[in-house]
């Protein structure tokens, strides 16, 4: 009996189990998925724990608690002087993840088309699938991971409905800059579509890059839902709290579908994401010192090792290209990942699952490592990738 769903069919298995198998496998350092492998700052995890100690436990609004609502509107005033009506503006949901999936079911018809860039992370085009929408891929090129503006301007077309802007970007740490997000704002108000934003990393930044949020710019703010979440900014990606936020009118659609997947999200993390998004601008800064940190020494460690690097101007990985590093008989990015855990200890992502069948020629030369975890991690990396130091 067949009994999976035709919409459901083509989906394969998550890249990041069958890498953590193997991690496992062979006691490999992982730096595939990127979750941190430490804990979340104490005073958001007192707050998670005092909310359940204070019979915060029953149903939230399907829209969210009002405190954390008023939160993530301050937080949005606060970083980018962006004004949102907690009552109307904000949706809280399970996760960036859920947002996504909601605001593509909320927002599109069987039939549109929604853009992304790719590499794609995971779940954007899963997700359009599910709703019978067609993705339209334009891909990012070169060391900087731009895209071509012309490409981009024969994506858009009359049944183009919504693109999907994720940055900082993952898996290749691009941070949108201020002129592409022009780009991109005059097509989507030239073509009458809407922009839907992933900022999940708008916190990690290295250097002195700044995120821009496409949402700010002029003629931007009626026509962009902003997605962000809790968990990396604060290491609590177990959480699953995140938000969608916009005008009135795109956050209603999105709620018309949110109210019948989760309804509400859990109560006592949502009181705790609230004390989060609330934390001094002194806890954002130190997170951009730590991350900064991790970045430098995994830049340097790859770099020695061999691989050429694209040093990520955010988010909390690193893509390399491993041509010349691992030996002849490995071809293609899923054989690195693999030798790499076989004969090095650890483990990365390759990177071809992040883009469509036709394009997987795209990142067969690529991986990405994850560099949100502690010093001892990092350092058992750093003693395994020696082995490839050449002297
Ligand atoms: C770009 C991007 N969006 C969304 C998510 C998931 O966010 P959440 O855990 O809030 O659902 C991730 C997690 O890896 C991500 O990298």
């Known amino acids: 009996m067949a009994v999976m769903s035709q919409r459901v069919a083509g989906f394969g298995t998550s890249i990041f189990a069958d890498i953590n198998a193997l991690a496992a496998k062979h006691g490999a350092v992982n730096l595939g998925q990127g979750a941190p492998d430490f804990d979340g700052p104490p005073e958001v995890l007192a707050a998670a724990v005092t909310a359940v100690n204070s019979a915060l436990n029953q149903y939230a609004p399907g829209i969210g608690m009002a405190s954390v609502r008023q939160a993530i509107a301050q937080h949005a005033q606060r970083f980018y002087s962006q004004q949102l009506n907690p009552d109307t503006d904000v949706l809280v949901t399970s996760g960036a993840t859920e947002a996504m999936f909601a605001a593509i079911l909320g927002l599109t018809d069987p039939g549109d088309e929604v853009i992304v860039f790719e590499p794609v992370y995971d779940t954007y085009v899963p997700n359009l699938i599910m709703a019978g929408v067609a993705p339209r891929y334009v891909p990012l090129r070169g060391d900087d991971w731009s895209f071509d503006a012309d490409e981009l301007a024969k994506a858009f077309n009359s049944r183009t409905k919504a693109i999907v802007i994720n940055t900082p970007h993952n898996p290749t740490g691009k941070v949108f ?9 005059e097509l989507c108000q030239k073509h009458n579509v809407v922009a839907i934003t992933d900022e999940v990393y708008e916190h990690i930044l290295y250097d002195d890059t700044s ?89 340097e460690v790859l770099r020695r090792a061999g691989f050429k690097v694209f040093k990520p101007q955010g988010s909390y990985f690193i893509m390399i290209d491993w041509r010349g590093v691992a030996p002849s008989k490995v071809q293609g990015d899923m054989q690195f ?55």
């Open 177 to 185: 800059s201020r002129d592409e997000l022009r780009t991109i704002a």
């Open 211 to 299: 995120h821009v949020r496409l949402a700010t710019l002029p003629g931007m703010a009626e026509r962009t839902l902003t997605i962000s979440s809790l968990g990396k900014t604060f290491s609590v990606t177990g959480w699953k709290i995140g938000w969608a936020m916009g005008p009135a009118a795109l956050v209603y659609a999105v709620n018309q579908a949110h109210q019948f997947i989760t309804y509400a999200v859990a109560s006592p993390l949502q009181a705790a994401a609230a004390a989060a998004l609330n934390m001094p601008f002194a806890f954002f800064e130190n997170l951009q010192t730590t991350y900064q940190a991790r970045r430098d020494r995994m830049l």
């Open 337 to 391: 990942a693999r030798w790499l855990i076989e004969e090095i200890g650890v483990a990365c992502i390759p990177a071809s699952p992040f883009y469509q069948q036709a394009d997987k020629h795209l990142g067969r030369y690529f991986a990405r490592f994850a560099v949100c975890k502690k010093d001892e991690t990092l350092n058992a990396a750093a003693e395994r990738f020696a082995r490839l130091v050449r002297t």
